[in-house]
């Protein structure tokens, strides 16, 4: 019988927790299916610590069932350089002490590229699931550090054929490339076969349809006052209308503060904690409209049909435009964008291939056959 392999996951900031719990689960799978013979997989899992509010990383294991990290690197807040270099320095020890043959990121955040740097140099293989993306904007940190790490890992797993193109475009070879779908629905599809009791929609007295769901955190929306003050002034005025649940990041509310912006006296908006996934996944199913800047949202809201404004310039994920429910505005446009949007169908677009739950399984296929 073959040895293990041995994987080590790495998740480090809020969307990563989503994207590895199928994996997880992928993997308990495998292992559990009788393989006479086969090879079994041994999967370390390492929290750089970048996310570490309860609310933005421990309530994400709870829910989706994570295990307890087998590493935790407590790495913290920082600038893009002190934050990827503590990462660094705190993971290379890890990869030489572990010795897995794969080490396997996730997403774009600073501890996807940061892993993916220790272990190139070390000569340790990488995976990376969410390969591909982009969305040509290189004053968004997510974009180099998605060009970064699929510069240099072994195995591209993409969720959609446009990161394919992308990635050909580029020169990478075809072999390194597999489709294997979004993880994210993995995440989503098993949520949703849980059982459901009440949850914030009732907590919050909402009633389905009726509220807006607001989530933005970029720095170019919020680490600019005049961009901030904006969508704030347009915010109090569209909640006028329609109640807005808005669930505040930690980097927008300290903005906030240190801007001095808060919305108009008396405007229908619920400014909330970061909400858990569950919550989120709830928000975005019954909302009449999602207004955001998160990648995953766009796609979550795709999952349900839920009508998405994204306010930025560009998105990584065009399939949530050309296919689903999303598209794209601009603080001068948000206005008459969502009078059209409100006027429009309640629900519309469709899910891209390969949103269906089987993903983890694509990817452990490709991990065991590579
Ligand atoms: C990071 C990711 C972004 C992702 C987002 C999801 C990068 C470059 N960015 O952005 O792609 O969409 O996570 O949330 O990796 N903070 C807390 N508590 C925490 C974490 C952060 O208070 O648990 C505060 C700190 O003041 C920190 C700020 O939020 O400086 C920003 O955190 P950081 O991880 O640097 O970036 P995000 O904006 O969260």
Redesign the pocket.
């Known amino acids: 019988m073959k040895p293990p392999l041995r994987l080590l996951l790495v998740a480090g900031?809020?969307?990563n927790f989503m994207k590895i719990a199928p994996l997880v689960k992928a993997i308990q799978r495998h292992n559990a299916g009788g393989l006479a013979g086969g090879q079994l997989i041994q999967c370390g899992i390492v929290h750089t610590g970048?996310?570490?509010?309860t609310q933005?990383?421990q309530v994400f294991f709870d829910e989706l069932g994570l295990p307890k990290p087998d590493y935790n690197l407590e790495v913290g807040?920082g600038s893009?350089a002190v934050?990827t270099a503590e990462i660094m320095k705190r993971f290379e020890p890890v990869c030489l002490e572990s010795k897995p043959d794969w080490v396997v990121v996730v997403g774009?955040?600073?501890?996807t590229m940061a892993c993916t740097l220790v272990a190139a140099k070390l000569g340790v293989r990488v995976a990376h699931v969410e390969a591909g993306l982009r969305s040509f904007d290189r004053t968004m940190?997510?974009e180099i550090?998605r060009i970064v790490t699929d510069g240099l890992a072994d195995l591209l797993l993409t969720p959609s054929s446009d990161a394919d193109e992308n990635l050909k475009r580029e020169g990478v070879p075809a072999s390194k490339i597999r489709l294997v779908g979004n993880i994210m629905i993995d995440a989503l599809i098993a949520h949703l076969a849980r059982p459901q009791g009440p949850g914030i929609r009732e907590r919050l007295g909402l009633k389905e349809g009726s509220f807006i769901y607001v989530t933005l955190?970029r720095?170019s929306n919020v680490d600019v006052r005049e961009s901030l003050a904006g969508t704030v002034a347009e915010l109090s005025r569209l909640a006028a209308q329609w109640p807005v649940i808005f669930p505040i990041?930690?980097?927008t509310r300290?903005r906030m503060e240190e801007f001095g912006l808060a919305f108009a006296p008396g405007a229908n908006i619920q400014l909330l904690d970061p909400v858990g996934y569950g919550d989120s996944v709830a928000l975005t199913k019954s909302a009449r409209c999602v207004l955001t800047d998160?990648?995953g949202l766009q796609e979550e809201s795709t999952y349900f049909h839920t009508p998405c404004l994204t306010l930025r310039p560009n998105t990584e994920r065009p399939v949530t435009i050309t296919i689903g429910s999303n598209r794209l505005t601009t603080l001068e446009r948000l206005r008459s964008d969502l009078e059209t949007v409100l006027r429009g169908p309640e629900r519309l677009g469709a899910n891209p291939p390969l949103w269906d739950g089987q993903t983890g399984q694509r990817i452990v296929e490709a991990l065991m056959n590579s």
């Open positions: 900031a809020r969307p970048q996310h570490y509010d933005m990383s807040s893009h934050q774009d955040v600073n501890s940190p997510e550090n955190h720095p990041h930690p980097r300290k998160s990648g």
